[in-house]
């Protein structure tokens, strides 16, 4: 085996996976409106060893995706209808950060979706981002991330832009 990795599993779990044996990465729930997983997982927090890479998965939930559902009823069967991202106050605030990054992302020449990705990848311990995209197009709106380097002053505006709108939870800022 070459290495061990595990996907969305709470520090209760990680602990105990890491009684059987080393866990080389841990694939968590991260973004701007996600940001938990910072509070308590990356290196130098008290769970995760030195060294220990994360690769977040789902960043976002996408914001085209939001945007798209404003408006729209969920069906019963839609796990987005149970989700508070993509219902009620919860889906208002995360369009508000949407329309919030759009002057970042207008200063670097990009979609808001590149800056969602690229101020998740600005954090330490931060290897790679798992995004999803059901066509080209999504693909179209935030591959340009990989070569976008947000500078402090961006960092500080996603970070003031979050406590704006009062999307998500969890620390600001790398």
Request: proline content about 9%; hydrophobic content about 45%; overall charge positive.
């Given at each position: 085996?070459?290495?061990?990795?595990?996907?969305?599993?709470?520090?209760?779990?990680?602990?105990?996976?890491?009684?059987?044996?080393?866990?080389?990465?841990?694939?968590?729930?991260f973004s701007a409106i996600r940001r938990e997983v910072a509070a308590r997982s990356f290196p130098g927090a008290p769970h995760i060893t030195p060294g220990h890479r994360l690769?977040?998965?789902?960043?976002?939930?996408?914001?085209?995706?939001?945007?798209?559902?404003?408006?729209?009823?969920?069906?019963?069967?839609?796990?987005?209808?149970?989700?508070?991202?993509?219902?009620?106050?919860?889906?208002?605030?995360?369009?508000?950060?949407?329309?919030?990054?759009?002057?970042?992302?207008?200063?670097?020449?990009?979609t808001v979706a590149a800056v969602a990705v690229a101020w998740t990848l600005a954090w330490p311990g931060v290897t790679g981002a798992i995004v999803g995209a059901r066509s080209?197009?999504?693909?179209?709106?935030?591959?340009?991330?990989?070569?976008?380097?947000?500078?402090?002053?961006?960092?500080?505006?996603?970070?003031?832009?979050?406590?704006?709108?009062?999307?998500?939870?969890?620390?600001?800022?790398?």
């Amino acid at each position: 085996m070459r290495a061990v990795g595990l996907s969305n599993h709470d520090v209760r779990q990680l602990d105990a996976a890491r009684r059987l044996g080393h866990v080389d990465t841990l694939q968590p729930p991260f973004s701007a409106i996600r940001r938990e997983v910072a509070a308590r997982s990356f290196p130098g927090a008290p769970h995760i060893t030195p060294g220990h890479r994360l690769q977040p998965d789902a960043v976002g939930p996408p914001y085209g995706r939001l945007q798209r559902r404003a408006g729209r009823p969920l069906g019963a069967g839609d796990w987005r209808s149970r989700s508070p991202d993509f219902t009620g106050l919860g889906l208002r605030r995360n369009l508000g950060l949407a329309d919030a990054l759009r002057p970042i992302a207008e200063r670097h020449r990009t979609t808001v979706a590149a800056v969602a990705v690229a101020w998740t990848l600005a954090w330490p311990g931060v290897t790679g981002a798992i995004v999803g995209a059901r066509s080209p197009a999504q693909v179209d709106g935030w591959i340009a991330a990989a070569s976008l380097k947000l500078a402090p002053a961006d960092l500080d505006d996603v970070a003031a832009a979050i406590l704006r709108t009062g999307a998500g939870t969890g620390p600001l800022r790398p």
